[in-house]
């Protein structure tokens, strides 16, 4: 039996006793305690924590207001985290079970969150102090992990649409459970935290149903999905996507030319959104998800491009007041090249990805874009410093290859981006400037 004090700045300290079969609080531990210590759930939000070990994320989550539920294969853990749970004064102890997923597991009706700290450890990492603690506590399992075990049996409910997972995932070297596998299924994902211990990297991620599990409207044809979603009511994540667009347009109304077999879309998000972030992060943090869907580079403020700095696609952010208001992101990508009298207008992601169909390329950007905006109750938005440093990597692609920008009559360097998306150039006389109007600067090295 070991003792560990455990404090949490700002919700408790308890004391936890720790039988010798039963996981003790760990970095990893402490690490989701103080993600989930960032939540803000009403009074009485349902939780389970599944692997509650000696219960330290139990009895945090309750401190908190969480109505928590608790299992653990091992009896032991059941043992100790009751008893931890009743020595520091934290009721529920009753709703702490034997049980773990399998046949007879069940969530209890009401629950909207859903924790694991995943066990990772491969089975030929065993050593002689592990063998003193129960396996089922540390070690993965064949196949797709623990994680995937888990997937399946939420993938086979009928009630998981409002539901947010939070799991403890080995990323470095990557673990049996992995995300993509969450993803390819239609689940979005955002990471809230890390850590690294040696050449180990942990990661909390949470994950929920992208768009609440409603799926996105696909039609034939219209004359712009801009418009089209402003017909469509209903809920702060509305998707159109468009097999054909006849009147597609870009920056100032300008045209765009909507080839048929790529993607025509617009997602509405909630008006709540622009009291969070800046129409020009919003355009360039999509901007970010979009070149990396396509493996393509990203220009300033809404171009995608190839290697050459052919235009692929581009994003278009627009806010309305209103029946019907909300903030609007538009996004056109070419699946094909685009050429008229030998002339190239554009490129199109079969040169990156290959022949890759159009509706698996908006389901890999509509999980990008949930990843970052769609708001899920208690979980915090990301932070507009990191949607910054997002949008500046993705940026960085190109200009790491010599691009200048033009700014009157002094050719500077981009050096930054700001929380409102504008692009910071240094150089000259000029000192450092923040531009955002791309009609201000002519942009020197692109096609």
């Known amino acids: 039996m070991t003792t560990t004090k455990v404090s949490l700045e700002g919700v408790g300290e308890w004391e936890v006793f720790s039988p010798q079969t039963v996981y003790p609080p760990r970095e990893d531990s402490l690490l989701l305690c103080r993600v989930i210590s960032e939540f803000t759930p009403?009074?009485?939000?349902?939780?389970?924590?599944?692997?509650?070990?000696?219960?330290?994320?139990?009895?945090?989550?309750?401190?908190?207001?969480?109505?928590?539920?608790?299992?653990?294969?091992?009896?032991?853990?059941?043992?100790?985290?009751r008893g931890n749970m009743e020595n520091n004064g934290i009721p529920g102890s009753h709703r702490?079970?034997?049980?773990?997923?399998?046949?007879?597991?069940?969530?209890?009706?009401?629950?909207?969150?859903?924790?694991?700290?995943?066990?990772?450890?491969e089975r030929e990492d065993e050593?002689?102090?592990?063998?003193?603690?129960?396996?089922?506590?540390?070690?993965?399992?064949?196949?797709?992990?623990?994680?995937?075990?888990?997937?399946?049996?939420?993938?086979?409910?009928?009630?998981?649409?409002?539901?947010?997972?939070?799991?403890?995932?080995?990323?470095?070297?990557?673990?049996?459970?992995?995300?993509?596998?969450?993803?390819?299924?239609?689940?979005?994902?955002?990471?809230?935290?890390?850590?690294?211990?040696?050449?180990?990297?942990?990661?909390?991620?949470?994950?929920?149903?992208?768009?609440?599990?409603?799926?996105?409207?696909?039609?034939?044809?219209?004359?712009?999905?801009?418009?089209?979603?402003?017909?469509?009511?209903?809920?702060?994540?509305?998707?159109?996507?468009?097999?054909?667009q006849t009147n597609g347009r870009g920056r100032k109304n300008s045209q765009w030319i909507s080839e048929e077999g790529g993607v025509f879309a617009t997602w509405k998000l909630g008006s709540n959104l622009i009291d969070e972030f800046s129409p020009g992060i919003i355009q360039t943090s999509v901007g970010a998800v979009v070149s990396e869907v396509l493996e393509a580079e990203m220009k300033w403020p809404n171009d995608i491009l190839n290697k050459k700095g052919e235009k692929m696609g581009g994003v278009l952010v627009e806010s309305s007041n209103g029946e019907g208001s909300g903030i609007r992101i538009g996004i056109g990508i070419n699946r094909f090249s685009l050429s008229r009298e030998k002339k190239i207008l554009g490129c199109g992601w079969e040169e990156t990805l290959g022949n890759v169909d159009a509706k698996e390329i908006f389901n890999k950007i509509d999980r990008g874009i949930s990843s970052i905006f769609e708001k899920k109750d208690f979980l915090p938005l990301p932070s507009k410093d990191s949607l910054v440093i997002q949008s500046w990597i993705s940026l960085s692609k190109s200009l790491s290859r010599g691009v200048a920008v033009r700014l009157g009559n002094e050719?500077?360097?981009?050096?930054?981006?700001?929380?409102?998306?504008?692009i910071r150039v240094t150089g000259g006389s000029i000192g450092c400037v923040d531009i955002g109007d791309l009609d201000k600067i002519e942009w020197l090295g692109y096609r």
């Open 96 to 121: 702490i079970i034997e049980s773990g997923v399998g046949e007879n597991f069940a969530i209890p009706d009401g629950t909207r969150l859903v924790i694991w700290n995943l066990p990772y450890l």
């Open 411 to 422: 050719v500077v360097r981009p050096s930054g981006l700001n929380k409102l998306g504008e």
């Open 127 to 244: 050593d002689d102090e592990i063998e003193k603690i129960e396996e089922i506590a540390w070690s993965e399992i064949p196949g797709k992990g623990w994680g995937g075990e888990l997937l399946n049996f939420l993938d086979s409910q009928h009630n998981v649409n409002g539901l947010l997972v939070l799991m403890v995932m080995k990323t470095e070297p990557e673990g049996k459970s992995k995300a993509v596998d969450w993803e390819r299924r239609g689940w979005t994902s955002r990471t809230l935290g890390s850590e690294r211990f040696g050449v180990e990297k942990i990661e909390v991620v949470a994950f929920w149903k992208t768009g609440a599990g409603h799926s996105p409207t696909i039609i034939d044809t219209c004359s712009s999905t801009m418009e089209e979603v402003m017909e469509i009511s209903g809920g702060d994540w509305v998707r159109v996507m468009s097999r054909i």
């Open 42 to 81: 009403f009074p009485g939000t349902k939780a389970l924590e599944i692997g509650c070990g000696s219960g330290i994320v139990t009895m945090a989550l309750a401190t908190l207001g969480w109505e928590v539920s608790a299992c653990d294969l091992n009896p032991f853990a059941v043992s100790a985290t």
